[in-house]
Structure formats: structure tokens, C-alpha cells
């Protein structure tokens, strides 16, 4: 398997443009996470699915971030307008299992955003 | 509050053991995992402990005590290429909310 594909790996971007970035979870995963990873405020869970639903968006920062997740192969996160503080690393990770336990998390490469 | 916290740094020297701990504020999670993400690359998975006591996986060990809310990463026979940043996480049973921890820097001396 080729693992877990995020697209773009960077995107440089002006601020108050739309961004969108793409991710391929790993075939058979019911589960998909997107993470955000600043030097500031460390790892954060942004959002995840399950069977393509919505399970937790409380860490998504405000308005301005949604995420979608139409079938069971690709998911993406939008920025809605762009902010300089946006920058950071996002990654997308993807796991298979109950809802009832934990499941090992396979993590993408990661985007690289920045925001001029 | 639901917290994980970890040392931030932690400086050992090649060939030594190093202990990571990961003390929490919460309870109710499935069990404590561990992930290690080298500089520029991606968080990879190392163990996961359901159950109270020991879990070994080569160089690697991982413990949970759920009466103590502590758990730790105990690497062995240090090497150069452990430098990295390590994280602990839970999944919690009320809302199947994921927890990090902030992550501990890991620098390995020669």
C-alpha cells in the first residue's frame, strides 16, 4: 500500500486566499484524522471521521477552517479566507477499528502551509 | 481539564536509557500510546498499552499504571538516530476525543 497521500506538500499562499488541501487515507481505514503542527502550540487534532461522519471537531480553530470527507478514500480541509497564522504543518493520518478503542495511527507526509 | 503533560526536553547519551513520562489529568481513555516523529517527518506509531504493566518491543518499552495516571517510554541502548520528538495520547471512552500530549525533545549526546 502506498500509505497515507497528502496533497500538496507545500503551498505557499497570499493571505485572504482559499486553500485546500487533499488527503488519501490508506484503503480499508474507516477512520481519518487531520492534525495541525506549529512549533508554538505543538501537535493538534483538528477533526476525524469515522465511516466518513464527523466524530470530533472540537479542535478545529474557528469558522474559517472546514473539512469534508465525501467517500471513504479522500477528505479534504479548506481555509476560508487564509491568515498568516494558518501556517504550519497539517497532516492527515488514518486508522482502522472500533470506535470503542484505540487504533495505531498511520500519518501522511504532511502539507507545509505557508501564509504571506 | 483533560491533559497530557510531558517533559519538553530530555538529554541523554548515546548508548544509555532514557525515560519519557507521560502523567495525565483524566480518566476513562482506552489506553496510553506512543508516537515518534523525527525532525521534518511524520509521526509514526511505536506502542500502545490497554492493559496496567509492561509492554516490550525491542529497544523500546512502554509502561502504564492507570492508579498512579502515569505512564512512560523507556528506550535503551540509546542511539543517535532516537533523537526525536516523542508524544503520548489517549482516546477517551465518554466522547472518543483524542488527547496529546505536547510532545518531549528527545537529544541524544555521543
Known amino acids: 500500500d502506498a500509505g497515507v497521500i497528502q496533497s500538496p506538500r507545500h503551498e505557499v499562499t497570499e493571505m485572504g486566499q482559499e486553500v485546500t488541501l487533499r488527503c488519501k487515507p490508506i484503503?480499508?481505514?474507516?477512520?481519518l484524522f487531520w492534525y495541525r503542527q506549529t512549533m508554538m502550540r505543538g501537535l493538534e487534532l483538528l477533526i476525524y471521521f469515522n465511516n466518513n461522519v464527523p466524530i470530533d471537531d472540537s479542535g478545529m480553530p474557528e469558522d474559517r477552517f472546514s473539512a469534508k470527507m465525501p467517500n471513504a478514500s479522500f477528505s479534504t480541509l479548506k481555509i476560508q479566507p487564509s491568515e498568516p497564522r494558518d501556517s504550519a504543518v497539517y497532516f492527515c493520518a488514518s486508522s482502522s477499528g472500533g470506535l470503542s478503542s484505540y487504533n495505531e495511527q498511520f500519518f501522511g507526509p504532511g502539507t507545509r502551509l505557508t501564509v504571506l | 481539564g483533560q491533559s497530557l503533560e510531558q517533559p519538553s526536553e530530555v538529554t541523554a547519551v548515546e548508548g544509555a536509557i532514557v525515560q519519557i513520562n507521560c502523567t495525565y489529568q483524566t480518566s476513562g481513555f482506552y489506553g496510553l500510546s506512543w508516537y515518534q516523529q523525527h525532525d521534518g517527518g511524520a509521526p509514526t506509531f511505536l506502542s500502545y498499552n490497554a492493559l496496567d504493566g509492561l509492554e516490550e518491543t525491542g529497544r523500546f518499552s512502554s509502561f502504564l499504571s492507570r492508579s498512579d495516571s502515569y505512564g512512560y517510554l523507556l528506550l535503551q541502548e540509546l542511539q543517535m538516530k532516537d533523537s526525536a520528538s516523542y508524544f503520548c495520547?489517549?482516546?477517551?471512552?465518554?466522547?472518543?476525543?483524542?488527547?496529546w500530549g505536547a510532545g518531549t525533545k528527545l537529544i541524544i549526546k555521543p
Open positions: 495520547a489517549v482516546k477517551m471512552r465518554s466522547n472518543y476525543q483524542l488527547i
Open positions: 484503503s480499508g481505514h474507516d477512520y
